[in-house]
DNA sequence: CCTCTCACG
DNA sequence: ACGTACGTGAGAGGT
């Protein structure tokens, strides 16, 4: 046994690392006589790839498992063998309560795969920081929030001159020759800063979650929030630890198709003396080089960035390359053949390392891919998928989603929400006409249509007020919806009038949410009572945070109601207005209508409903693939 | 660490 | 007074 201690906020803490079989006995002691207290959880391990990183080193993925309180914590060298292990497992189960800083995606989960005690039973019993955190300001740092890591909380609800326990190591490692990276797994399980840090974590987690408490009531949190939040918090876990089969065979063949087209047009960029793909100012620099200026249609100089650089991205190289979004040949100019190579070797490139590479690397032993899903990462409550990076796989071309598969008997199933964030708005602002025409069954943009421009409305009619209602929702104005939609500003300029008109009621609650706001210290309560903390000088946001935060708890609302009626064992992934999932044959039809089910129902009197589509086993045949 | 680019809803 | 496109994750390059 090695004992440590401190002081932390004035008041002093205690922890003992055990080192010896003998010294268990202590821990356990311990363990019992805290049964009946809310007792903090935390595990250091090999990295964050609980699923493949320990099986990758042929070594045990947790490292230490720290259990305890405000003023006392252990540390039990799981690493060192099946008797820690054991007793670490046996804490988890003989606890309680516990407390951990996003202990549900990541210890929980852990916990689960690597020490025998199940993601069901640890959840049953858990607070999680990082879900009271995001309650009480969902902000990053960037937009003005104090930081969800344990480190600015602690810092900002703790102690202010608390370690950085995150940050300390980190500078540990580099001494040592590690990197931030390589230091997880590289650093003597028995290194004292290590240790102390690892004590440290679970004291701050559980004074930490003792000020989340205050600080949610004297802000007045929803209280209903919190066990809503974990059960989808334990949710999205479940369909983490599913995981999604990736076919490897074809998965390789693609990954040489891509290395192979990325090489071939490289021998052109090369050619007009482009040696790096990612350097914007080089590909600049030699498309002027081939004569072209960069002045598009209409304009009077080359696009520049934020920062004054002649803008090279994807929709400059399609109009330099002769090309329509669909990559087709427009006929409006001479292509240019080093735009036409760039943009071939750069989608290439990122198929390749952003998607295919991270299949490949973080597939597990068994053929799994497991993305972690952060069910509160935006400012808005919407989650966001890392690990792969799922939410964001290409939707056009089927050939990335063709990696992804149910098991060998399985079908993808995937039921999207109708027009959600539409829906959202006619419910949160009580748009008269909107609600009339979502009550009728039809099609908002079509309805739209009609009513301005009479029973003759067109195709061109439905795709101007469908962009007008995309700008109502994001808070765009007449120059933007011109520039995104190519159609002229005056067409623009006059849909809008007539959409104003006919929707009177979203203006109206557009600057009736900024006052509400302004006058609440710029927070503003959605209708679930999530706070939303709103930029000063951007306060027109508030329409689009109002609708993508209430749409983000439509979503969670139809996860809980699958949950509950035994659909979870089917589910993979949530993807903002989308549940993706996977089903025997002989059941999907079933499995499907009863997902449409669970996301139908009533907003505001608005009717909210969704569609189900079923393909074959992987998901690329939902775009497409004969598989 | 910032900027730019590109993938998604 | 007027108008403002919203939210993410990830890789490469350059400082």
């Not at 999604?244 to 052109?268: A, H, I, K, N, S």
Request: net charge neutral; glycine share 8%.
């Amino acid at each position: 046994m090695r004992e440590f201690g401190g002081s932390l906020a004035g008041l002093p803490w205690r922890g003992w690392l055990v080192e010896h079989v003998d010294d268990l006995p202590a821990f356990m002691e311990w363990v019992t006589r805290h049964q009946g207290q809310e007792v903090a959880f935390d595990t250091e391990t090999l990295g964050l790839g609980i699923y493949y990183q320990g099986a990758k080193m042929n070594r045990s993925f947790i490292r230490l498992a720290q259990f305890g309180t405000a003023t006392e914590a252990w540390a039990i060298p799981v690493e060192l063998g099946r008797a820690f292990l054991n007793a670490a497992a046996d804490a988890l189960r003989r606890s309680t309560a516990l407390v951990g800083h996003n202990m549900i995606q990541f210890d929980g989960l852990a916990s689960d795969e690597h020490l025998g005690v199940s993601l069901e039973d640890i959840c049953a019993k858990s607070t999680d920081t990082m879900i009271t955190a995001k309650l009480i300001d969902p902000r990053d740092e960037k937009a003005g929030g104090i930081g969800s890591g344990l480190k600015p909380q602690s810092a900002f609800y703790v102690d202010p001159s608390a370690p950085d326990t995150q940050g300390g190591l980190t500078k540990v490692f580099n001494k040592l020759g590690f990197t931030k990276e390589t230091g997880w797994a590289g650093i003597d399980l028995f290194h004292p800063i290590y240790v102390e840090y690892a004590l440290l974590d679970v004291i701050l987690a559980s004074r930490l979650v003792a000020a989340h408490r205050r600080e949610m009531k004297r802000l007045g949190v929803r209280p209903a929030l919190v066990p809503y939040e974990h059960e989808l918090s334990r949710i999205c876990a479940t369909m983490s630890r599913a995981g999604m089969f990736v076919d490897q065979d074809y998965t390789r063949t693609l990954y040489g198709t891509l290395d192979d087209e990325e090489r071939r047009y490289m021998e052109t960029v090369y050619r007009y003396g482009v040696t790096k793909l990612g350097s914007p100012a080089q590909i600049a620099e030699a498309l002027l080089g081939t004569g072209e200026t960069l002045v598009q249609p209409g304009a009077t100089a080359p696009e520049r960035t934020d920062n004054g650089a002649i803008k090279v991205d994807k929709n400059v190289l399609l109009w330099l390359a002769d090309l329509n979004d669909k990559w087709e040949r427009v006929g409006g100019r001479k292509p240019n053949p080093l735009a036409d190579a760039v943009l071939h070797a750069k989608r290439a490139a990122k198929w390749r390392t952003a998607y295919v590479d991270t299949f490949l690397e973080q597939v597990d032993a068994h053929g799994y891919v497991h993305p972690t899903i952060n069910t509160l990462q935006a400012r808005t409550g919407r989650m966001s998928v890392t690990g792969p990076a799922l939410q964001t796989l290409p939707s056009r071309d089927k050939m990335i989603r063709r990696c992804l598969m149910g098991d060998p008997n399985e079908v993808v199933i995937s039921c999207d929400f109708s027009a959600i964030e539409m829906r959202v708005l006619a419910a949160l602002a009580d748009v008269r006409q909107m609600k009339r025409a979502f009550a009728a069954g039809e099609d908002i943009h079509w309805f739209t249509a009609r009513l301005i421009a009479g029973e003759g409305a067109t195709e061109y009619d439905r795709k101007r007020y469908k962009t007008v209602g995309l700008g109502k929702i994001y808070g765009g104005g007449v120059a933007t919806l011109a520039r995104q939609s190519g159609a002229p500003k005056e067409d623009v300029r006059r849909a809008v009038r007539e959409y104003d008109r006919l929707y009177p009621e979203i203006k109206r609650a557009s600057r009736r949410w900024q006052r509400e706001a302004f006058d609440n210290g710029m927070v503003f309560t959605t209708a679930t009572g999530r706070r939303l903390v709103l930029d000063r000088d951007r306060s027109y946001a508030i329409v689009n945070y109002a609708c993508q935060s209430t749409a983000r708890d439509v979503l969670g609302q139809a996860l809980i109601n699958a949950d509950k009626n035994g659909l979870l064992k089917y589910l993979r992934l949530p993807i903002h207005d989308e549940m993706l999932a996977f089903a025997p044959r002989k059941d999907a039809a079933d499995v499907a209508k009863a997902i449409e089910e669970c996301m139908t129902f009533g907003l505001f009197g608005v009717p909210i409903i969704a569609d189900a589509e079923t393909g074959k086993r992987s998901w690329g045949s939902l775009y497409g693939a004969d598989f």
